[in-house]
């Protein structure tokens, strides 16, 4: 049985909130203002774990490399994507019950489906779609003075997973999609006291936004669904291949195909996750290189000396390892998903405290990527630390990707779409922040540059052989 809360053993915590509206209005308010120095407090005041119930929701707060290894490793059977909760009810609303929000048998199940799509020979067979798009995005800078990068970012990592993935082209309404993007991340991130049936400002953008979104993804399957189940199975992207899945290991033993609705929320689950964190991350990771002029130079050095203007290919990738350092530097000052939430499934225990089933933990990222316990002068940029891998000896420091059995499935899409446009990028443009440009992170569901990122272009010659 499960102990009243008032048994349990907790972690130091401050006072509980209570479930009156107006007290619960100003928590989310005071957190939604600045979430990671609200937490940061917390975490200085209480320490690596925080019990901070919410309402009626236990909510328990950890940046610990342990806790986290138990949660999201170890112990990953008793935890599950969280399901209740602000973010979690909104994500919902737009992602239904695709991979990122599914638990038990369904994600298993869809994941199956998923997995041939994104096994690493694959992917491999991706590299020269996203070299081409990145070479018509570089081919548009030439004689641009400037560029708000992080919209560049996006625009190509949009372009790059809905041709190598669906085999289809959006860029005549990217600026729409990102749009409606902003919108699912604002209101995943906003408080709602009020319901969803009123017709608020705020309402009627989160509708539209879905209705768009839908539009795209809905014509993307009917067009598709309209070749043919022989012209299907032809094709070799992951959009036709869903459409024809079936799930031979379904518990009555007949092959089930995937519905249209889930079909839907699938695909929009990997139209945004597949995009938006990578362009986070080498947005973040170009603006780093322009405020740290030794490494970037560097970086140029190498591009240069291995592909003498060449562009890059899965061979000479293997000869860039700064490159490779550059990024995960960057991912780790900035992880494109900052925080993770998992409920428990069960009664368990983390960090020698029990966990009561239903209670929800919180893993902060952000905070264990800049602790100075796992990486010396946390704030600094130093591609160097991941000269020899990760450099933390605890397991769970560094987790731009999340861990376990949910580590992130578009995990080496992504790493490979990043390396290749950092690369072709460095060789051809040396990127200054715009005077006047404000830089600050937006926590939301993943982290973006809360005031963009205006970048001045330079052109460069790199050597050939």
């Known amino acids: 049985m499960t102990p009243a809360p008032t048994e349990l053993k907790l972690p130091p915590g401050p006072p509980p ?25 917390r975490f200085a005041e209480y320490g690596d774990m925080y019990y901070a119930p919410l309402g009626p929701t236990r909510l328990y707060v950890t940046r610990h490399p342990d806790h986290i290894r138990e949660v999201l490793i170890d112990k990953g059977s008793s935890f599950k994507k969280t399901e209740a909760g602000n973010a979690a009810r909104h994500l919902r609303r737009f992602l239904g019950n695709g991979l990122l929000l599914s638990n038990g048998e369904l994600w298993r199940r869809q994941r199956r489906m998923i997995n041939p799509a994104l096994h690493r020979r694959q992917i491999e067979s991706y590299a020269q779609t996203m070299l081409d798009s990145t070479q018509r995005m570089l081919d548009k800078w030439q004689g641009v003075a400037s560029v708000e990068l992080s919209a560049e970012m996006m625009q190509l990592t949009l372009a790059i997973v809905t041709k190598s993935l669906f085999d289809y082209g959006v860029e005549e309404r990217t600026g729409e999609v990102m749009h409606a993007m902003d919108t699912f991340r604002t209101v995943a991130t906003t408080p709602a006291f009020l319901p969803s049936w009123l017709p608020l400002p705020g309402e009627l953008r989160t509708r539209r936004a879905l209705t768009l979104v839908d539009g795209i993804i809905y014509r993307m399957i009917d067009e598709r669904q309209a070749l043919g189940p022989a012209e ?35 695909l929009l689950t990997l139209f945004l996750a597949g995009h938006e964190t990578t362009s986070h991350a080498l947005t973040w990771t170009f603006y780093l290189l322009s405020q740290h002029p030794e490494a970037e ?93 990760t450099p933390a000896a605890v397991r769970g420091a560094f987790l731009p990707f999340g861990g376990g059995s949910r580590l992130c499935i578009g995990k080496e899409f992504a790493l490979l779409e990043a390396r290749l446009v950092l690369a072709t990028v460095a060789q051809r443009f040396r990127l200054r922040l715009e005077p006047g440009q404000r830089v600050a992170p937006r926590f939301a569901v993943t982290l973006s540059p809360r005031y963009g990122m205006r970048m001045q272009l330079t052109a460069r010659t790199p050597p050939r052989a």
């Open 297 to 389: 130079a560097r970086l140029h050095a190498e591009v240069d000396s291995v592909l003498a203007g060449a562009p890059p290919t899965l061979e000479s990738l293997r000869s860039l390892p700064f490159t490779d350092m550059v990024l995960n530097e960057a991912m780790r000052l900035y992880p494109p998903a900052p925080v993770v939430s998992r409920t428990a499934a069960e009664d368990t225990e983390v960090g020698g405290y029990p966990i009561p089933a239903g209670a929800e933990l919180i893993i902060w990222l952000y905070f264990t990527h800049h602790d100075p316990r796992w990486f010396p002068d946390p704030e600094a940029f130093r591609p160097e630390r991941f000269a020899d891998g």
């Open 17 to 41: 909130v209570r479930r009156t509206p107006w007290e619960l209005y100003r928590y989310l308010r005071e957190f939604q203002r600045d979430p990671a120095a609200f937490v940061a407090r």
């Open 232 to 266: 299907l199975a032809r094709r070799t992207d992951l959009l036709s291949a869903l459409i024809l899945a079936t799930d031979e290991e379904s518990a009555s033993g007949d092959e089930r195909r995937m519905t249209q609705k889930l079909l839907r929320d699938e």
